[in-house]
């Protein structure tokens, strides 16, 4: 199924000045509205685990669904992975386990062909 790249221009404007809108609401809400006050612990702790939800939901697409692959799961980017998540848990250092899984990677992609 292909999508008609033509798009009329009116539309195409609407969605862009809407979607710049909506982003500059959503951030003033948090710089103008509530930027000088003291956030509650609670919702703190809660912002904490932001980055540990949001990552993992970007990254997951890109090793079980690659676009390399004609998005067919590859034994090279699942080993990476793993490599990756189990240097992270065993050093507690993220570019050790970065320079981890981009090892095993590579390696893994070379000796596959």
């Known amino acids: 199924m292909t999508a008609d790249p033509a798009i009329d221009k009116l539309t195409l404007w609407i969605v862009i000045l809407g979607l710049g809108l909506g982003s500059y609401l959503l951030r003033f809400l948090f710089l103008g509205v509530i ?9 703190l702790r809660h ?27 590859d034994p090279a980017r699942l ?9 992270g848990l065993l050093t ?5 386990a970065i320079l981890t899984g981009a090892a095993v990677l590579y390696t893994l992609l070379y000796a596959l062909g």
Do not use: D, F, K, S
């Open 92 to 96: 507690r250092n993220v570019l050790v």
């Open 47 to 73: 912002l904490r685990y932001t980055a540990v939800a949001v990552i993992p939901a970007l990254v997951a697409p890109m090793i079980l669904w690659p676009a390399a692959t004609g998005e067919q799961t």
């Open 35 to 43: 930027g000088n006050r003291t956030i509650p612990l609670w919702i």
């Open 79 to 87: 080993a990476a992975a793993a490599a990756t998540l189990a240097a």
